[in-house]
């Protein structure tokens, strides 16, 4: 059997352990999930002209058309690594194949910086793990809004105070939460995108709340601050960040509500779906998601056990990953998952009921 065709073999059987819920129907929308095999860079111009009819790319010249297109051919090569490094993974063809991963990390990662603890954060309470269910989910109850361009904790938090299930300004922390870290040489935040998430609940403490999406709307840029105290919805009471045991971590889900996690979003870029367990990934920490579950585990590839993991909802659309959620194995703190977790206690607000 040749190299071409067992990896095909391996892609077929990762599509349909790990995406089963997508309905593939035309040859060329299999082929751009799938991972490219170096010898098939040599239809990476078909492979690029489904890429841009599949996510609507248009450039201006021929000259970052051309430009674009050696990009795109780059990031083949680095799925068909990272499917290699991270075997129980689905990588391949995203909306972001034409960006080099500076422009990526840039765009749509966090500041390259260490993060650290706000003043403000407390270290959580261990809680009692013996009685954790198997597999958890808090979709599934209601305290968790659909994928959009950014994602927080505090709806979460204020639907267990309240038991509605709130949709929060993103753009309000977009364009009002500049809190500088003169430790940094006075980097400043920009929200709760981007891994900064701890610093987003500080913000959000000492403002005094944070507006609903619709009296505040998203517009995906930045803008001027516009925060109307009296429209508050949701404000935190406090925050705590949790221990790297990952059942304690487990337990504050269940207990508390989705968790923010930092994590190092290295094969990010080119993930479809699966379970991302990478034989090597670093510790650094680029990126912030939300941590709504875990899973048991579930059939990986070919030769591979099951694994159990955690479900993230990330802030890229729905049509990236597994309908905008990535699943990132429980072990070893892969990607510096468990690192950087943190709890937030939502402060019930009457002003705009």
Same mark, same amino acid.
Request: with cysteine; glycine share 8%.
């Given at each position: 059997?040749?190299?071409?065709?067992?990896?095909?073999?391996?892609?077929?059987?990762a599509?349909?352990?790990?995406?089963?819920?997508?309905?593939?129907?035309?040859?060329?929308?299999?082929?751009?999930?799938?991972?490219?095999?170096a010898?098939?860079?040599?239809?990476?111009?078909?492979?690029?002209?489904?890429?841009?009819?599949?996510?609507?790319?248009?450039?201006?010249?021929?000259?970052?058309?051309?430009?674009?297109?050696?990009?795109?051919?780059?990031?083949?090569?680095?799925?068909?690594?990272?499917?290699?490094?991270?075997?129980?993974?689905?990588?391949?063809?995203?909306?972001?194949?034409?960006?080099?991963?500076?422009?990526?990390?840039?765009?749509f990662?966090?500041?390259?910086?260490?993060?650290r603890?706000?003043?403000?954060?407390?270290?959580?309470?261990?809680?009692?793990?013996?009685?954790? =269910?198997?597999?958890?989910?808090?979709?599934?109850?209601?305290?968790?809004t659909?994928?959009?361009? #950014?994602?927080?904790?505090?709806?979460?938090?204020?639907?267990?105070?309240?038991?509605?299930?709130?949709?929060?300004?993103?753009?309000?922390l977009?364009?009002?939460?500049?809190?500088c870290?003169?430790?940094?040489?006075?980097?400043?935040?920009?929200?709760?995108?981007?891994?900064?998430?701890?610093?987003?609940?500080?913000?959000?403490?000492?403002?005094?709340?944070?507006?609903?999406?619709?009296?505040? =709307?998203y517009?995906?840029?930045?803008?001027?601050?516009?925060?109307d105290?009296?429209?508050?919805?949701?404000?935190?009471s406090?925050?705590?960040?949790?221990?790297?045991?990952?059942? #304690?971590i487990a337990?504050n889900?269940?207990?508390?509500?989705p968790?923010?996690?930092?994590?190092?979003?290295?094969?990010? #870029?080119?993930?479809?779906?699966?379970?991302?367990?990478?034989?090597?990934?670093?510790?650094? #920490?680029?990126?912030?998601?939300?941590?709504?579950?875990?899973?048991?585990?579930?059939?990986? =590839?070919?030769?591979?056990?099951?694994?159990?993991?955690?479900?993230?909802?990330?802030?890229?659309?729905?049509?990236?990953?597994?309908?905008g959620?990535?699943?990132?194995?429980?072990v070893?703190?892969?990607?510096?998952?468990?690192?950087?977790?943190?709890?937030?206690?939502?402060?019930?607000?009457?002003?705009?009921?």
């Amino acid at each position: 059997m040749g190299r071409h065709t067992l990896l095909s073999l391996l892609l077929f059987a990762a599509v349909a352990t790990a995406a089963t819920s997508v309905q593939i129907t035309d040859n060329d929308d299999l082929l751009i999930r799938q991972v490219i095999d170096a010898d098939d860079l040599l239809n990476a111009e078909h492979h690029f002209t489904n890429f841009k009819s599949k996510f609507s790319k248009t450039y201006a010249t021929e000259e970052e058309h051309n430009y674009r297109f050696g990009v795109f051919k780059s990031n083949l090569r680095r799925a068909n690594k990272h499917a290699k490094l991270d075997p129980s993974a689905v990588h391949g063809v995203t909306k972001f194949s034409d960006l080099t991963p500076k422009e990526f990390r840039r765009q749509f990662l966090g500041l390259n910086r260490r993060l650290r603890l706000p003043v403000d954060a407390h270290k959580a309470p261990i809680l009692p793990t013996n009685n954790l =269910p198997g597999d958890f989910d808090w979709r599934d109850k209601g305290a968790v809004t659909g994928v959009k361009d #950014q994602a927080c904790a505090l709806e979460g938090a204020n639907f267990l105070a309240t038991g509605k299930l709130e949709t929060l300004s993103e753009q309000q922390l977009v364009d009002c939460d500049h809190l500088c870290d003169p430790e940094e040489g006075g980097a400043c935040d920009a929200g709760c995108n981007g891994g900064l998430m701890n610093t987003a609940f500080e913000y959000i403490l000492q403002s005094g709340g944070v507006q609903l999406e619709k009296d505040y =709307p998203y517009t995906g840029q930045d803008g001027k601050c516009k925060f109307d105290k009296s429209k508050v919805v949701a404000s935190v009471s406090n925050f705590s960040v949790i221990s790297l045991d990952e059942d #304690q971590i487990a337990a504050n889900l269940v207990q508390n509500g989705p968790l923010s996690v930092a994590i190092n979003a290295a094969y990010m #870029q080119t993930y479809i779906g699966g379970v991302s367990c990478p034989y090597i990934c670093g510790k650094h #920490q680029d990126h912030g998601v939300l941590l709504v579950g875990y899973g048991a585990g579930e059939y990986a =590839p070919i030769r591979l056990k099951k694994k159990p993991f955690w479900i993230l909802k990330n802030s890229w659309g729905e049509n990236w990953g597994e309908n905008g959620y990535y699943k990132i194995c429980r072990v070893r703190n892969i990607c510096g998952v468990d690192s950087m977790v943190s709890t937030v206690a939502a402060a019930i607000s009457t002003s705009n009921n």
